[in-house]
């Protein structure tokens, strides 16, 4: 299946049970741009810890009064519904993701495919010294506030569509996530 439109995203989490998520970004990709994008912080409904608060520099005074995960994921079932879901690392953010429909008790599906650009940058441009989103960014030219979760679903986006641009298929990085197993399910 050829896809049409991907739906580039990142999390944020407050500790390091990454169960949670503290802040969402998302980037809609299609007809070979972003058309849409989607960054708010999320109550986690759990403590921060300080190496995270540190690393995003977000904090149980700036979720305050913002949506937790199920009010959010209302919103953006739609959209994530609409495309192939693509993540920079994205067995973390899958993995967050699984974990907060699992503790929230909301089921979308059983698997959900998705593609990681970082696997892709690891085939595309091996002479790179690692393939972090913050290399690939300054190696591509593109715009990065790291860690911010807008910024950094963006970013993958970016990188997306300089490896489609390139000629790149997304088809061999194609995996599915087994969302009821928190697992990414062997290939074949």
């Known amino acids: 299946m050829g896809y049409q439109r991907y739906i580039a995203f990142d999390v944020e989490t407050p500790n390091h049970a990454n169960d949670r998520m503290s802040a969402i970004g998302v980037a809609v990709v299609e007809g070979g741009r972003v058309v849409e994008t989607y960054d708010t912080l999320v109550d986690p409904e759990a403590p921060f810890e300080a190496f995270n ?28 519904e609409s495309g192939l879901l693509v993540a920079h690392n994205a067995q973390f953010d899958m993995s967050v993701l699984g974990k907060c429909l699992r503790d929230y008790g909301i089921f979308w599906r059983e698997r959900v495919p998705y593609a990681c650009t970082c696997q892709m940058s690891r085939r595309l441009l091996p002479q790179l010294p690692n393939h972090r989103l913050n290399t ?53």
């Open 53 to 80: 608060v540190a690393l995003t520099g977000i904090t149980p005074e700036r979720v305050a009064g913002k949506p937790a995960f199920p009010a959010l994921w209302a919103e953006l079932r739609p959209v994530f």
């Open 136 to 188: 690939l960014c300054d190696r591509l030219d593109l715009p990065l506030d790291h860690h911010r979760a807008g910024s950094d679903s963006l970013a993958c986006a970016g990188v997306l569509l300089r490896h489609l641009t390139a000629g790149a298929s997304v088809q061999p990085f194609l995996r599915t996530y087994d969302l009821t197993r928190l697992r990414t399910l062997p290939k074949g």
